[in-house]
């Protein structure tokens, strides 16, 4: 299974950008999609995630400026990122966690990053 995401890039502080990732491969089910986003020498961090239900859960940092959807039957995520701060600046990792129905147990996927920079 690998994760593609898009739509990273160089966006001035209060404006808006749209990550998308789009699982491929032999899928039984994603429990969990989501983003994640690490700085240089920082630990990566929980950005959101949202379940197969719906179910949705943000950082305290990004709450009422991100949103993000889900697309089950193409095994995509999108992450609505608004009101951009300087310290949004980060690469945004895809994340996925994913059934084994052969093995019966979940296990993570990560997609390759995508930098998201936030100018003043």
């Known amino acids: 299974v690998q994760l593609q995401a898009s739509g990273g890039g160089l966006v001035q502080a209060g404006g808006s950008l749209r990550l998308s990732c789009a699982a491929s491969?032999?899928?039984?089910?994603?429990?969990?999609m989501g983003w994640y986003r690490q700085d240089p020498g920082k630990q990566r961090e929980l950005v959101a995630t949202?379940?197969?239900?719906?179910?949705?859960n943000f950082a305290d940092a990004v709450t009422g400026r991100f949103t993000i959807s889900r697309d089950n039957v193409q095994n995509t995520v999108d992450l609505q990122m608004n009101s951009l701060k300087l310290e949004d600046t980060a690469v945004y990792y895809c994340y996925a966690r994913l059934w084994d129905s052969d093995h019966m147990r979940g296990y993570d996927v990560w997609g390759r990053g995508t930098l998201v920079t936030v100018s003043s």
């Open positions: 491969g032999n899928i039984f089910s994603t429990i969990v």
């Open positions: 949202i379940n197969s239900d719906g179910r949705t």
